[in-house]
């Protein structure tokens, strides 16, 4: 199995230090749209489009949101699935994550029992991934069963990273919902960081230039953020402005 996408984001994380992954999501913003902020996204200096949700229900949507973001861009478009209905065989790669701190073996394994073939099928590059809810987790902390872990115990965050990486996942990323009231903490950030060889990537709440510095000075490999354009029109700009708050 090719190992493209994942190349060439270890390539922009060497040479750019941190990187941004905007995403979209099919169940909040219509194809059309998705492709919209996609486009402006990369424009703004975006590495990645991610895309997904939580409450994702319909694979004919999120097949026509990617068909659409594809005639616009040229950075890879990587899904981000809450189970078998988030997989496409239209996208680029596929983080293909377990909610580690989930109560539900359905997204510690079995949603990915269920995914794997398909992902085969569709000859998807798939880039493991450990996903750990802290803090508000928000829908992604609810649907997902999650235990989220306070910001008050970063130790924590820290031995499920740690497991992650043993267990050979290629990536963390710790999240704090999409729509977080606070992102997740320099401190847990910096603590996951002390301890990881693998890329973090942080998401959840970020939705200012000093958030996004914050969590890059951390040690963040990659940020990700969502809602800062699904509500907001000046895309390009706010892209750019994060992009720029995370650039060495
Ligand atoms: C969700 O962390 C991402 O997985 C994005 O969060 O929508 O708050 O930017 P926001």
Known sequence: MTRKVEQYLLDQIQKKGTIHF?????DKSSGYDCALIA???????????????STLASSSDLDDA??????????PVILFPNGPMGVSKYADAIWFMSLLNSQNPYYLIDAQ????PIVKKYMLEAIPMGYIIAGDGCVAGYVGYARPISFRHPQLAVGYSLAAETLGMRFVYLEAGSGAIEPIPPTM????CKYLDIP???GGGIRTPEAA???KTAGASAIVTGTLVEEESEVKERISEIVKAISN
């Open 189 to 192: 950030v910096g603590a996951v």
């Open 200 to 202: 973090i990537i942080v």
């Open 113 to 116: 029992m269920l995914s794997a």
């Open 22 to 26: 905007t995403l979209v999501d099919p």
């Open 66 to 75: 990617i068909k659409r973001i594809k005639e616009h861009v040229t950075v």
């Open 213 to 215: 510095h914050a969590a």
């Open 39 to 53: 486009a402006e996204a990369e424009k703004g200096g975006t590495t990645a489009i991610m895309i997904g949700g």
